[in-house]
């Protein structure tokens, strides 16, 4: 600190001046001690590792994906002549593409399942969570670029930032400073930007072959899209870094001593990191119950005792065979111009429509309220809005696996749809013998989905991302007021 | 000398019991691993109530089929399909009369949640190819699940070393710092003795805490005792004793009580965050986890061929004997139909039951990567060991899906055989169909793998000790 006193003693620099003044005396510092090389080097490394590592699973995922789409495809195209509805029953599988920032934030994906079959009558939900598969050390969480900077990030601005201001003041130089007229928040202000230059060393390098990733990797359709979550993602990470920058200064500033600033900060980076989100959890999961498997599914039963099914002696059937024949004015089921088989499969069809839309959009609330009641405290457990947040923008979230299981849906009533019309249209009534041929299955068009844009992910995370903004505002003002009342001794 | 290190201890004990931090500490220890215990009893609790349930409407199911049976059978009834007749042994062995089948808690159940929040809470065992049943999920919040629980193995894992580190991070450190150390020195103690008899007080005082709170909290769970009981003390003792070691390792190297507590958090980090992360990143590089989208393109590509054989078969018979042409060979009738699909039962259990033994092993061989790799991480193998003692780790999983598999097998018998004799199911044979039942090792949870662990907690342990013994041995000449 010398060097500042020094300058300081020669001619007295303007607020901005000396601010970068103590950054570059700062920055000099964290270069040249050895504990700042060795975390700057043990950072770098786990960056490049979870990149590298992000990067290979990603390519193996999305190469396994599209094969088993297309071979799903290619099967269902090669099912040979059978009845439509035996082959609405065959039904076709849809398979999540993996997100390609989902190499930086692996999120809910090993927890949500992977494919959704689409068969007749059924809303199937996703299954084949590989995390079942993945034991249970698997529990003891990935290495990730989010884990990274979300965990072990924070944890390196403290342990680098404990002493900023604390240490200045048990070695006495805090109280030189001081005598020179360099005003608090200027020293406290210089000290925080040497920690974000630190900060902007990683994050640009690291933002950049994102942005490169997602150039690179991405379908051209979605390039610009991919560059834009990989741009948000890193802001979105550099706010929280920044927040904890703060937090760190402001206890650096406020606390006795260093020892007191170390313990504060590493409790509540243990608080926010480990028990914040596993006690968000129990809290939310007790405060919003939801139905187990067995009750949805008897929901489900219930709903669909409504329709009729395969079921010609159900009272609907009847109702239903009687409006048809008063459409077309006939007596008998044999006399219409159309197959009555394919009209109920198709009725049947609608009735169930709206009976999922209902208990699944229900379903759904009850995980966005379960969410919401988990994101709240992340006005002071900042983990628990940024999680969100990136998940969201990786398309690794809650919300991306609705949205997949919407577009899976969408095209089991396709399905559906071209299967009972080609019933309607091509069976005679009592030809049990009927089969359609490939013509049929090859009008269906395959599973294409395209996940939603990177505004539609932000605006699912607009609460947590709000509360994360909120957060690191609340830490920069704290820092700033416990900088203006710094005590110059212990 | 022994009345010496008695006098060492009953001082130590005397200092800690007049410390707030240490009674912080304590406290904070014993709430966690009550909240654990809690946490984990409320899931098994869910867990039994999901099991209950899917007994309740097994037995409903089947009382309702053996009415509709003696309706069908007493002529008052006439099925409107086969798949509505409760005398259609395929129908009702593929579909209306599976069979719920759960794992049944180990004696610590509530130690752990392991893998149980992923498992679902019973397996519905049909005539079906596996991949129908086997792969069912329960209902849960993919954020949740991500989160993880607060378990009792959270709380060893993750929280104990931390209680052991705050008590035990300047054990000599702050002795130097106070004076103190050259004072006893120069009293002509033997410091090594002094110092490890300290070391000893304070690391096995959180562990105490953790076994008795434990140990209270089991009795209220009404937990009965079992040699389980003593395995998990044994793991959370040496666990324990590993970051003790540690700790008196690190004091015994001469830093001030700031570099302990800067190298034992760091320590921390890397041993319980980033070690485990890292090794599971690359096992997951080495032995990736099968996507399954290998096995249900099996089933459905079996299905398409058996499908196709048939057609094939049945067009040949027709070409061959068109005079001629039984029921069971005209297609679109009952029996045709039931051929049919016995034909792509049979082929879609055969294909998928190889995919999923390869599935298997794969598993198994990531399985065995990560055992050995976990002896790179303390809390990688306490984990392991945790959720073994408590019976919701991959090996009893394993052991479970094993015995599942026989059971298909015996019921694929009892419904298929008689399916394809187009024998019809009567009274009797509902009160004959197979039930599962877990063999004494998978109840007792006697094929836990939880001692090869221990032993590498103990090697650890005792690395640590070796370290410790060593450079608390220069604490004389440091004092001096």
Known sequence: MSAVIDSLAARPPSQGGAVRAIANKEWLELRRHPRGRLLAWLISTLLLVSLLGGVLHHERAHQERDAA?????????????????????????????????????????????????????????????????????????????????????????????????????????????????????????????????????????????????????????????????????????????????ALTMCLSSAAPSSRAALVLLLGLWLAATFFAPRLATEVSHAAVPLPSAQQFKRQIADGRAKGFGHDETHPGYLAFRDEVLKQYGVQRVEDLPVNMRGLALKRDDEIGYALYDDLFGKLNHQFDEQDRFRAWPGIAFPLLALQPVSMALAGTDRHHHAHFADAAEAHRRVIQTATSEDLIRNQKYGDTSYRANQDLWKSVPAFDYHPPSAAWALRQAALPLALTLLWATFCGGAAALAARRLRVVG | MTSNISTVLRCELKLLRRDPAFWTVMVLLVCAVWLGIASTQRHLGEQAALVAAAQADEAARLDRLKAQLRDVEAGRVVPASPFRDPRSALWVGLTHGAQPVALPPAPLAVVAVGLSDLQPATVAVSARSKDEFLFAEEIRNPVHLLAGPIDLAFVLVYILPLAVLAICYNIVSAERENGTLALAASTGS???????????????????????????????????????????????????????????????????????????????????????????????????????????????????????????????????????????????????????????????????????????????????????????????????????????????????????????????????????????????????????????????????????????????????????????????????
């Open chain 1, 69 to 245: 789409q297309q071979g799903d495809h290619e099967m269902w195209n090669s099912q040979g002549a059978k009845d439509p509805h035996g082959a609405a029953h065959f039904g076709q599988w849809a398979f999540k593409p993996p997100s390609l920032l989902g190499l930086a934030d692996p999120g809910v994906d090993a927890y949500s399942g992977g494919a959704v079959w689409m068969e007749a009558h059924k809303r199937n939900d996703a299954q084949f969570r590989s995390a079942r598969d993945s034991g249970v050390a698997a529990r003891l969480g990935g290495l990730s670029l989010a884990f990274v900077l979300q965990v072990v990030l924070p944890l390196v601005i403290i342990v680098l930032g404990f002493d900023a201001v604390s240490g200045e003041r048990e070695r006495g130089t805090l109280r030189q400073l001081m005598a020179h007229g360099l005003p608090a928040t200027t020293l406290v202000a210089g000290k925080a930007l040497a920690m974000l230059r630190a900060l902007a060393y990683l994050l640009v390098p690291l933002l950049l072959a994102m942005v490169v990733a997602a150039a690179v990797m991405a379908e051209p359709a979605e390039r610009g899209d991919a560059v834009l979550r990989a741009l948000t993602w890193v802001t979105a990470h550099g706010i929280y870094l920044a927040g904890f920058v």
């Open chain 2, 190 to 480: 033997d410091m090594r003795r002094v110092m490890l008899a300290k070391l000893a007080v304070r690391t096995g005082s959180p562990i105490a805490a953790a076994l008795v709170a434990a140990g209270i909290g089991f009795a209220v769970a009404s937990m009965a005792p079992s040699a389980a009981w003593g395995t998990l003390a044994l793991c959370i003792t040496v666990y324990g004793a590993f970051w003790g070691l540690l700790a008196g390792w690190v004091n015994g190297r001469g830093g001030s009580s700031a570099h302990n507590a800067m190298a034992l958090a760091a320590a921390w980090i890397a041993l319980v965050l980033v070690g485990p992360a890292a090794l599971n990143l690359l096992s997951d590089t080495l032995y990736p986890v099968p996507t399954r989208a290998e096995m249900v393109l099996a089933a459905r590509g079996a299905t398409v061929e058996a499908e196709r054989d048939r057609d094939a078969t049945l067009a040949r018979y027709r070409d061959e004997s068109p005079e001629n042409l039984p029921q069971e060979q005209q297609v679109g009738s009952a029996k045709e139909r039931l051929a049919r699909r016995v034909a792509v039962v049979d082929a879609a259990t055969a294909r998928v039951g190889e995919v999923i033994d390869r599935h298997d092993a794969q598993i198994v061989r990531r399985q065995t990567l990560i055992d050995r790799l976990s002896l790179l991480s303390p809390a990688l193998l306490m984990q392991l060991a945790v959720t073994d003692v408590a019976g919701t780790g991959s090996t009893r999983y394993a052991a479970f899906h094993s015995e599942l598999d026989g059971f298909h097998q015996q019921w694929r018998a009892f419904f298929m055989g008689r399916a394809r004799a187009d024998k019809a199911l009567t009274e009797a044979d509902y009160g004959a169909f197979p039930r599962f039942a877990a063999t004494p090792a998978l109840t007792e949870n006697a094929s836990g793998g939880t001692s090869w662990r221990l032993w590498g907690l103990i090697a650890m342990a005792a690395v640590c000790g070796v370290g410790a013994v060593r450079s608390i041995r220069h604490c004389e000449s440091a004092a001096a």
